[in-house]
């Protein structure tokens, strides 16, 4: 389990005001050009993962214990400015929320092209060349007159495009995409996915995907961490988890996970006995992590 | 839904042209008093005091709105005192917006300590009931022009603070602003091009609305003699003196009444009218 492009070690957060474990002895290593899955029901901590690595936890949230290794370089170790080029430098975030992700008031050229100038020490020129060059493969057509409108002017699916584009222009290494397809409905979705997954081959792009859907890692991951309450309980490739989960929370999950005929059905409840297990393997966990604390 | 907000930009149209108007009237009447007033706002006469406005029995040609009982022209103190109400709403006006919108900027945006000693002292400042508190202020850095502006600003940079703050909280918590920060911005730099921009409409409408406001403080503070000295005409004074004959010469507190309602109402109209233009789903 190392010299992968992201690497997180036992990495626990807890809540400030009540010391309660967010994450807990999170362990995930992300290869060079992979695709990993995170998968969780909701506040499982799949995003807290997510904003720990790029530095944006909210303020109720603290890192306790642990390592983030970003190339080999421990991103909590750093100090905050060089943390910020490093991230800044390498790495992008696809957001779940397309309509909040973008700046209402900035046309979207700008927001594309001024991270390349303003922090990377692009010319304003190249940027917009390179801006689109993105767009492009986004496949948006008429991209350059896409870059002199506002947010508000384009639809859900036209921001998410535009999202994924702005998040490959500087060619980082690492994407995390926070559930970028769930805000979106299920046609546009398929596109979304496909858009993705083919970029991240293109640019051998390591891409840790959250995402709450199965189905989606079947089609797009190579490898997959379940998380729940904050613990990772199944760290494995795709093939062999389709093909038999270790740890019963998984099996449940995928029992409950219909061959996709019904979008809706993907909702069923893991069964309670599972969940009760679980809980008191989390119960157990954090028992041990006090006393070794 | 296109409809509905068609139905919106015209009615924020009107709202803005007629408000806009008006305060350009005023603003004219203030830049060129000494040219368009008919006649010297200070000049009496007694043999034409309480002279009736134009269309009733015993007007005087010239005297287009009266006069008042020591037979100054009302229309000519109206326009001069248009001088003191957009100074104070400009200077007291821009003043408070600054002030105002940079603490609750800040409480917004970084919040932790500074939020909370800014928070703290909006909350202390609120107690005070805020007329009252003028009046005190006044009395112990002295009446004056620069006394009232002053006061305006010690007291109102609050209501500015407060809506910034909540408003920045909100934008805070956007999608965009996480991905400057990830995108290795600085705080300030997020906080000046990311956050700033769409608070800004929220800002504009407080600093017309506040404008309003501070006309109106002052003409509260001309009426109870704490303003700027006597004989300078302002439509506070005007309202004072004008309450004295109300039973001889109703006009000469009509008139300044009128004109101070119509430019409070129309400061905050053109606020809101300015903040449907500006506001970029609106737009
Ligand atoms: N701003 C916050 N303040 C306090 N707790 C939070 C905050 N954001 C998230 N949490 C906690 O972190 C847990 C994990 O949240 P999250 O990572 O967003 O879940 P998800 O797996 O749905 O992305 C939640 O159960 C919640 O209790
Ligand atoms: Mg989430």
Same mark, same amino acid.
């Given at each position: 389990?190392?010299?992968?492009?992201?690497?997180?070690?036992?990495?626990?957060?807890?809540?400030?005001?009540?010391?309660?474990? %967010? /994450?807990?002895? #999170?362990? =995930?290593?992300?290869?060079?050009?992979?695709? &990993?899955?995170?998968?969780? @029901?909701?506040?499982? $901590?799949?995003?807290?993962?997510?904003?720990?690595?790029?530095?944006?936890?909210?303020?109720?949230?603290?890192?306790?214990?642990?390592?983030?290794?970003?190339?080999?370089?421990?991103?909590?170790?750093?100090?905050?400015?060089?943390?910020?080029?490093?991230?800044?430098?390498?790495?992008?975030?696809?957001?779940?929320?397309?309509?909040?992700?973008?700046?209402?008031?900035?046309?979207?050229?700008?927001?594309?092209?001024?991270?390349?100038?303003?922090?990377?020490?692009?010319?304003?020129?190249?940027?917009?060349?390179?801006?689109?060059? %993105? /767009?492009?493969? #986004?496949? =948006?057509?008429?991209?350059?007159?896409?870059? &002199?409108?506002?947010?508000? @002017?384009?639809?859900? $699916?036209?921001?998410?495009?535009?999202?994924?584009?702005?998040?490959?222009?500087?060619?980082?290494?690492?994407?995390?995409?926070?559930?970028?397809?769930?805000?979106?409905?299920?046609?546009?979705?398929?596109?979304?996915?496909?858009?993705?997954?083919?970029?991240?081959?293109?640019?051998?792009?390591?891409?840790?995907?959250?995402?709450?859907?199965?189905?989606?890692?079947?089609?797009?991951?190579?490898?997959?961490?379940?998380?729940?309450?904050?613990?990772?309980?199944?760290?494995?490739?795709?093939?062999?988890?389709?093909?038999?989960?270790?740890?019963?929370?998984?099996?449940?999950?995928?029992?409950?996970?219909?061959?996709?005929?019904?979008?809706?059905?993907?909702?069923?409840?893991?069964?309670?006995?599972?969940?009760?297990?679980?809980?008191?393997?989390?119960?157990?966990?954090?028992?041990?992590?006090?006393?070794?604390? | 839904?296109?409809?509905?907000?068609?139905?919106?930009?015209?009615?924020?149209?009107?709202?803005?042209?007629?408000?806009?108007?008006?305060?350009?009237?005023?603003?004219?009447?203030?830049?060129?008093?000494?040219?368009?007033?008919?006649?010297?706002?200070?000049?009496?006469?007694?043999?034409?005091?309480?002279?009736?406005?134009?269309?009733?029995?015993?007007?005087?040609?010239?005297?287009?709105?009266?006069?008042?009982?020591?037979?100054?022209?009302?229309?000519?103190?109206?326009?001069?005192?248009?001088?003191?109400?957009?100074?104070?709403?400009?200077?007291?006006?821009?003043?408070?917006?600054?002030?105002?919108?940079?603490?609750?900027?800040?409480?917004?945006?970084?919040?932790?300590?500074?939020?909370?000693?800014?928070?703290?002292?909006?909350?202390?400042?609120?107690?005070?009931?805020?007329?009252?508190?003028?009046?005190?202020?006044?009395?112990?850095?002295?009446?004056?022009?620069?006394?009232?502006?002053?006061?305006?600003?010690?007291?109102?940079?609050?209501?500015?603070?407060?809506?910034?703050?909540?408003?920045?909280?909100?934008?805070?918590?956007?999608?965009?602003?996480?991905?400057?920060?990830?995108?290795?911005?600085?705080?300030?730099?997020?906080?000046?091009?990311?956050?700033?921009?769409?608070?800004?409409?929220?800002?504009?409408?407080?600093?017309?609305?506040?404008?309003?406001?501070?006309?109106?403080?002052?003409?509260?503070?001309?009426?109870?003699?704490?303003?700027?000295?006597?004989?300078?005409?302002?439509?506070?004074?005007?309202?004072?003196?004008?309450?004295?004959?109300?039973?001889?010469?109703?006009?000469?507190?009509?008139?300044?009444?009128?004109?101070?309602?119509?430019?409070?109402?129309?400061?905050?109209?053109?606020?809101?009218?300015?903040?449907?233009?500006?506001?970029?789903?609106?737009?």
């Amino acid at each position: 389990m190392s010299g992968g492009y992201l690497t997180i070690r036992n990495l626990s957060a807890v809540l400030r005001d009540t010391g309660e474990r %967010v /994450l807990r002895s #999170v362990d =995930i290593d992300l290869q060079p050009g992979t695709i &990993r899955g995170l998968v969780g @029901e909701s506040g499982a $901590g799949k995003s807290m993962i997510g904003k720990a690595v790029l530095g944006v936890l909210p303020k109720a949230l603290k890192v306790v214990e642990g390592e983030i290794l970003i190339d080999g370089q421990d991103l909590l170790k750093l100090k905050d400015a060089d943390r910020r080029r490093l991230i800044g430098a390498s790495t992008a975030l696809i957001p779940q929320d397309p309509l909040t992700a973008l700046n209402p008031s900035h046309r979207i050229g700008p927001q594309i092209t001024n991270r390349l100038v303003d922090i990377l020490g692009w010319t304003r020129r190249a940027a917009e060349v390179r801006a689109l060059e %993105v /767009l492009e493969e #986004v496949q =948006i057509a008429d991209a350059a007159r896409v870059m &002199r409108q506002y947010p508000h @002017e384009l639809s859900g $699916g036209m921001r998410q495009r535009i999202l994924i584009a702005s998040a490959f222009a500087a060619e980082p290494k690492l994407i995390i995409a926070d559930e970028p397809t769930t805000a979106l409905d299920v046609t546009v979705q398929k596109q979304i996915l496909k858009l993705i997954s083919n970029l991240q081959a293109r640019h051998g792009t390591a891409l840790l995907f959250v995402t709450h859907d199965l189905g989606v890692v079947a089609k797009i991951c190579d490898s997959l961490s379940v998380l729940y309450g904050g613990k990772v309980v199944e760290d494995t490739d795709v093939a062999s988890f389709f093909n038999g989960p270790h740890h019963a929370y998984g099996r449940a999950l995928l029992a409950a996970t219909p061959r996709h005929t019904d979008p809706d059905a993907s909702l069923l409840p893991v069964p309670d006995d599972v969940i009760a297990a679980v809980r008191a393997e989390l119960g157990e966990a954090d028992r041990q992590w006090v006393r070794h604390d | 839904m296109l409809d509905g907000r068609g139905a919106v930009k015209r009615r924020a149209g009107a709202r803005l042209w007629l408000s806009g108007l008006w305060l350009a009237i005023v603003a004219l009447a203030a830049v060129f008093a000494p040219l368009i007033a008919p006649h010297d706002p200070l000049m009496q006469d007694l043999l034409y005091g309480r002279l009736p406005p134009f269309w009733m029995a015993g007007a005087e040609p010239g005297y287009l709105l009266g006069t008042d009982s020591l037979g100054r022209d009302v229309l000519s103190r109206l326009i001069h005192g248009a001088r003191i109400a957009l100074i104070v709403a400009l200077v007291a006006g821009i003043g408070t917006c600054l002030i105002g919108s940079t603490l609750g900027l800040i409480a917004g945006y970084y919040r932790g300590w500074a939020d909370r000693i800014i928070s703290r002292l909006v909350d202390i400042w609120m107690a005070f009931p805020p007329i009252l508190f003028a009046i005190l202020l006044i009395a112990v850095i002295g009446t004056g022009l620069t006394s009232v502006i002053v006061a305006i600003v010690v007291i109102d940079w609050t209501r500015f603070c407060r809506v910034v703050r909540a408003e920045t909280l909100n934008q805070s918590q956007m999608d965009y602003v996480h991905s400057a920060r990830i995108a290795g911005f600085t705080r300030m730099k997020t906080m000046l091009s990311e956050i700033l921009p769409n608070v800004l409409p929220t800002i504009v409408a407080l600093l017309s609305l506040e404008m309003g406001i501070a006309v109106i403080v002052e003409a509260i503070l001309s009426f109870v003699n704490l303003s700027i000295s006597t004989d300078q005409p302002t439509w506070g004074g005007m309202i004072a003196e004008g309450r004295l004959s109300i039973h001889q010469a109703w006009w000469v507190l009509v008139f300044p009444l009128i004109t101070l309602f119509l430019t409070v109402l129309s400061f905050a109209q053109f606020g809101e009218g300015l903040k449907d233009r500006f506001d970029p789903v609106l737009r």
